[in-house]
């Protein structure tokens, strides 16, 4: 049982169903039944083609995530962006004890963030797992560890609507603070499905109803839904920011043609995460299949809002 994450079902609503989540090989897969729900990549897989370069070899993030009927919504190295992956948390541009670094662009190598372990146990919020993550400062000679991540996983299912719960929490590894300047993504990313790749492709929905990528792009909201066709029919994912991050409900990054979201609380000016106050940022995927429901997904962000 070493390095496994205990398996327990979740205690779930009677009308959700039992969720299960089994380490097999490099990763945990969360499945209903037979029914897979999410894959994490704990340390860094084999790439899907011999053309990326050994720099972009990474675990520590949710390598793709299905809807109820099995639809893919997410990517993992994209050839357009082969950083990208389905659910990954870097922050882009920084500075620590001096130095510029970036653990979100790993092809220039100044950064990167490592998987460093599985944590046994129930996840307090039902069937998950939690996993630790570091910050590698690629700058600094040697390599120095800049933070220290975990992530506190839950997962749940209806049967109608794929629920992933994320806490991120960061805390600096040593005395020295990571300064984030002002800038325009980083911090909370997905990468949808390539089938969404183009200008055409994904659609959106905010909260206040914005459907213009132009202009969900910069706009705060407390949930946002992207999706799009997969095998014809219309499937997504809502992203939803719980009102106790900070700068919540923190700035939008979208791309002007890609299929990638982010939420980037530095977009609105620049922060920085200081020893001994640890950076935590909460947020709820729910996936489903079909077009968006906005006033079901306002009612799931208000229910979310209260939970502690």
């Known amino acids: 049982m070493s390095f496994l994450v205990a398996l327990v079902a979740a205690v779930l609503p009677a009308a959700a169903q039992n969720v299960s989540i089994a380490r097999?090989?490099?990763?945990?897969?969360?499945?209903?039944?037979?029914?897979?729900?999410?894959?994490?990549?704990?340390?860094?897989?084999?790439?899907?083609?011999?053309?990326?370069?050994e720099i972009f070899k990474r675990g520590g993030y949710i390598q793709s995530i299905h809807t109820p009927s099995g639809k893919l919504v997410t990517d993992d190295f994209p050839p357009n962006h082969v950083h990208h992956h389905g659910v990954w948390s870097p922050w882009t541009k920084a500075?620590?004890?001096g130095r510029s670094t970036?653990?979100?662009?790993?092809?220039?190598?100044?950064?990167?963030?490592?998987?460093?372990?599985?944590?046994?146990?129930?996840?307090?919020?039902?069937?998950?797992?939690?996993?630790?993550?570091?910050?590698?400062?690629?700058?600094?000679?040697?390599?120095?560890?800049?933070?220290?991540?975990?992530?506190?996983?839950?997962v749940s299912t209806d049967g109608k609507r794929n629920i992933?719960?994320?806490?991120?929490?960061?805390?600096?590894?040593?005395?020295?603070?990571?300064?984030?300047?002002?800038?325009?993504?980083?911090?909370?990313?997905?990468r949808g499905n390539r089938a969404w790749d183009g200008a055409g492709n994904a659609q959106f929905l905010t909260a206040s109803g914005l459907t213009d990528r132009l202009k969900v792009n910069t706009a705060k909201e407390p949930w946002c839904w992207v999706g799009g066709k997969v095998d014809g029919k219309t499937c997504g994912?809502?992203?939803?920011?719980?009102?106790?991050?900070?700068?919540?409900?923190?700035?939008?990054?979208?791309?002007?043609?890609?299929?990638?979201?982010?939420?980037?609380?530095?977009?609105?000016?620049a922060m920085s995460i200081e020893p001994g106050k640890p950076y935590v940022a909460r947020y709820r995927l729910i996936v489903a299949d079909?077009?968006?429901?906005?006033?079901?997904?306002?009612?799931?962000?208000?229910e979310y809002a209260t939970v502690k």
């Open 95 to 97: 500075e620590f004890e």
């Open 290 to 302: 079909g077009e968006p429901d906005a006033a079901a997904l306002q009612k799931a962000s208000e």
């Open 237 to 269: 994912v809502a992203i939803l920011c719980h009102p106790s991050n900070f700068r919540s409900p923190q700035p939008i990054r979208v791309h002007p043609t890609e299929p990638f979201f982010c939420y980037a609380p530095q977009q609105g000016g």
């Open 164 to 190: 992933i719960d994320l806490t991120i929490t960061q805390t600096c590894a040593g005395e020295s603070p990571l300064k984030l300047p002002e800038y325009h993504y980083g911090g909370l990313g997905l």
């Open 102 to 154: 970036d653990f979100w662009n790993m092809g220039d190598g100044k950064g990167r963030v490592d998987f460093v372990a599985l944590v046994e146990g129930k996840n307090r919020d039902g069937s998950g797992f939690t996993a630790k993550h570091q910050f590698i400062d690629m700058t600094a000679k040697p390599e120095k560890v800049a933070l220290l991540e975990t992530w506190d996983v839950a």
């Open 24 to 53: 097999e090989g490099k990763q945990l897969i969360a499945r209903a039944g037979d029914k897979e729900i999410l894959r994490y990549q704990a340390e860094p897989g084999e790439f899907p083609r011999k053309d990326i370069k």
